[in-house]
């Protein structure tokens, strides 16, 4: 299982332009670590691990780097994607297989990489889903149950985006030139109804339904099934796309 998500992964770290290379495209294997120390990326390096931590690794990751559309005039930036899927791991396959190639198709129709691009394609990959449950609901009431969060962050003409559905964090690094410190900065809120803000909204939003959210076992859910909400896959969204 893990070599299958190492042989997907050099396939995502391949860059697309031909004047600089990454080293060590396979990365490193210990146990159930992956990790690669290093790599090269249109605007710098980079390093990466994933640690399997269910017998079914439900998480999917990419790195890619170069254009952003199908235009030979660009944009060309990275693009990172982190996946981290519940109760199954076919909505994070399937948001790593289409959230990127919708990007793409956008920023094409937009000549250019904006919040609205990164918008529509988080949208068109939801919808996608949404199709394939309801194509496999009859043989596979499982698929209803599954979802993902998706945190993305794109770079792309000197500006940096951030999009989140779910709990997942994008965290800035940032050095403090008077004492070599590194802070580590938020970018991205977390959607879990574990916070009571989330709670909350989610209560605004479903004024009729008082089991919206409930304590089950000591913890927050939703409906008492899962905690983050929004999330691709989830049948409870609280609100849009954080950009």
Known sequence: MLSKLMDFLSACWRRRSSDRKSSDVSGKKEGLLWYKDAGQ????????????????????SQIESGPLSFLDTGPYGTFVGV?????????SRFVCD?????????????????????????????????????????INPQIAAVGSCCLVGVICGGSLYIANLGDSRAVLGRVVRATGEVLAIQLSPEHNVAIESVRQEMHSLHPDDPKIVVLKHNVWRVKGLIQVSPSVGSPFRATDNQL
């Open 83 to 91: 996946y981290d899927g519940h109760g199954g791991p076919e909505t």
């Open 98 to 138: 289409h959230l990127f190639q919708h990007l793409k198709r956008f920023a094409t129709e937009h000549k250019s990489m904006s919040v609205e691009v990164i918008r529509k394609a988080y949208q068109a990959t939801e919808e996608g889903f949404l199709g394939v449950v309801t194509k496999q609901w009859p």
């Open 41 to 60: 990326h249109l605007f710098g390096d980079y390093s990466m691990a994933v640690v399997q931590a269910n017998n079914l690794l439900e998480d999917q």
